[in-house]
């Protein structure tokens, strides 16, 4: 039978998982840029050199992910100790909606290099925009849940 705590533990193996494939995808990063340099073409507005950019903008994408996945395991933490409606899993949202947009912001810039990662860029904006309004319903929720406490 499938339970809610047999959920939220598989959310967070898969949380694990997904962080240590960007971690190993992390040290093989040069090899996959040096790769899509000799098989694509330059199809950007820069059509310069880009394994150095590319390098660069792909490292701090997976540094925000693994900051993204740690808020984002802390928050499956919390909901697992039944601490829902709290502040800190608004601060966790928070987080993670920034990390997206910044991502966003770093697949823009690819773009000037390689069209390709306009895709990228949008999904992570959406992305970002969805936890936006999760962590807006939360703080809203953690509000009310406070005003209900202190009500008698």
Not at 76 to 89: A, R, T, W, Y
Not at 113 to 119: G, L, P, Q, S
């Amino acid at each position: 039978m499938w339970t809610k705590t047999k959920s939220l533990l598989l959310s967070r193996i898969l949380t694990v998982i997904v962080a240590m494939v960007f971690v190993l995808v992390a040290f093989v990063l040069p090899l996959i840029v040096e790769f899509y340099d000799y098989i694509s073409e330059p199809l950007g507005i820069i059509k310069g050199e880009i394994f150095i950019p590319f390098c660069i903008g792909l490292y701090l994408a997976i540094a925000l992910a693994l900051v993204a996945l740690f808020f984002l395991h802390k928050l499956l933490d919390n909901i697992s100790k039944e601490i829902v409606f709290d502040s800190s899993n608004t601060k966790c949202l928070r987080i993670i909606s920034w990390c997206c947009i910044l991502a966003a912001v770093i697949f823009l810039i690819l773009c000037l290099w390689r069209y390709i990662f306009a895709m990228p860029a949008v999904i992570a904006l959406m992305l970002g925009l969805i936890m936006r309004v999760l962590k807006n319903v939360f703080e809203k929720a953690v509000e009310i849940k406070t005003e209900n406490d202190f009500t008698i």
